[in-house]
C-alpha cells in the first residue's frame, strides 16, 4: 500500500492551497459578514479548471479524479466552506449526475459549460415534507403532449439563486402507462416558464452561498429533459449523493484544519500565568487530539474517492467519512472557540465564524442520524 500522493494529486493540492491563501482567505471574513456572492472569486476557480477536475477533457474537464477533486475541496474549505460547498453541489453531485446518467446530448449541452466553471448547477430533493425522508416528495411530473409539466415545491436549495446557475436536476414522482409510481430527475434549466425562486433563506452561516425555495407551477419542460432511466431517479440521485458525502467530509477536514491552525498560533502567543497557554496540558491536549482525528479523517475521505476512482462499492466508506468529519469539524470548531477564551466569541476572530458554520456539515447531504441509518443497515 503507497499512501503517498501522486504528482498530479500534490500539483492539484498546492494549486488550490496557494489559490485559497492567496485570493479566499483575505477576503472570507468579509463575505460571510456581507453574504455578497463572489462571482469574481468563482470565475478565478474556473480558470483553473477546479470545476471539472473528474470530468474528461470532451466534456470540459481536465481528465482527473475523485481523490483530486477531494484534495481540492479540502484546501478551498480551509479558506472558506461555503466555496467547498459550492465546488461539492456543482461537481460532485450535479456535475456527476449528468456525466453518468446524461445523454451525449445532455453532456454537450449542460456538463460542458459546468465542467469549465460558466455555468453552476443546484439539485433539489428536499421538500418541506420531505427532508431526511426524501422518497415522501410530492413534486409530481406528467406527459403532455410533447412537454413535462412539474408541480411542486422544494426548498433549501443550493446554488440555484446564483446570477450564473444555469439549470436544477429535481426529483418528481411520475406514474407511467399501467399507473405505476416511481421518483424521477429532470433537468429544468433556470427562467423556465413556471419555475419561480421562492424565499431566499436566511442563514447563521454560510450567508454567501445561495439558498433559496423553488417553486414550480405547471413548469413546462421538453421530453429531453428527463435525466437518466424511468423508474431510476431516486437510485441516481443517491448515488451522487455518496460522492457528495465524501465531499461534505472533505469540506469538514478543511474547516477543522482552519480550526487548527488559528489555535495553535494563538495557544503559542496567548500568555496567562506567564506561560504560553500551550504548556497547559488541557490546551496541548485539545490541540494533539485535533491535529489525529484530522489526520484520521482525511485518510478515510481519500479512502472513500480512492474506492469510487477504482470503481469499487463505497457506500459504507462515504457515509463512515460524513459522519466521521463532520462530527469531527464540529468539535473542532467547539475546542477552538475554548481555546481563544472569550475572543472566540468576538466576529473579529476567525474560530467564531467557524463555530457558526461547523454545525450545518452534520445535516446536508444526510444527517448524522442517516449516516448511523446507512451504517447500520450495511452492517
Ligand atoms: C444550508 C442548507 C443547504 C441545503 N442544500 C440543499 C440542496 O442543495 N438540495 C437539497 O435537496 N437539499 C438541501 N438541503 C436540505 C438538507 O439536505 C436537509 O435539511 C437534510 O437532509 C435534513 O432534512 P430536514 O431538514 O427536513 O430534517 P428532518 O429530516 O426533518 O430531520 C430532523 C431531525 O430528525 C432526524 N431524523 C429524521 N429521520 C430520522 C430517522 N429515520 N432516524 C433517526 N433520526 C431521524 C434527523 O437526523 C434530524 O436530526 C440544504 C439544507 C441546508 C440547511
Known sequence: MDFRLSEEH?????MARKFA???I?????????????????????????????PFPPEYGGSGGDW????????????????LGGLLDVTTSVVGQELFVFGTEAQKKKWLVPMARGREIGAFGLTEPGAGSDAAAI?????????SWVINGTKQFITNIGLDNASLVIITARTRDASGRDSINTFIVPKGTAGFTLGKKYDKMGWRHSATHECVFEDCRIPRDHFLGKEGKGFAQHLAVL????ISIAAMSVGLARACFDASLKYAKERVQFGKPIFSFQSISFKLADMAMHIELARNMYLKAAWLKDNNLPHTLEAAYAKLFASEMAERSASDAFQIHGGYGFMNEYAVSRYFKTSKILQIVEGTSEIQRLVISRNL
Open 10 to 14: 500534490q500539483m492539484i493540492r498546492d
Open 21 to 23: 491563501d492567496e485570493v
Open 25 to 53: 482567505a483575505p477576503r472570507a471574513e468579509e463575505m460571510e459578514a456581507t453574504g455578497e456572492y463572489p462571482y469574481d472569486i468563482m470565475e478565478r476557480m474556473a480558470g483553473l479548471g477546479m470545476m471539472g477536475i
Open 67 to 82: 481523490v483530486g477533486m477531494h484534495l481540492c475541496i479540502e484546501e478551498i474549505s480551509r479558506a472558506d466552506v461555503t
Open 138 to 146: 410530492k413534486t409530481a411530473a406528467v406527459v403532455e403532449g410533447g
Open 242 to 245: 455518496e460522492t457528495g458525502r
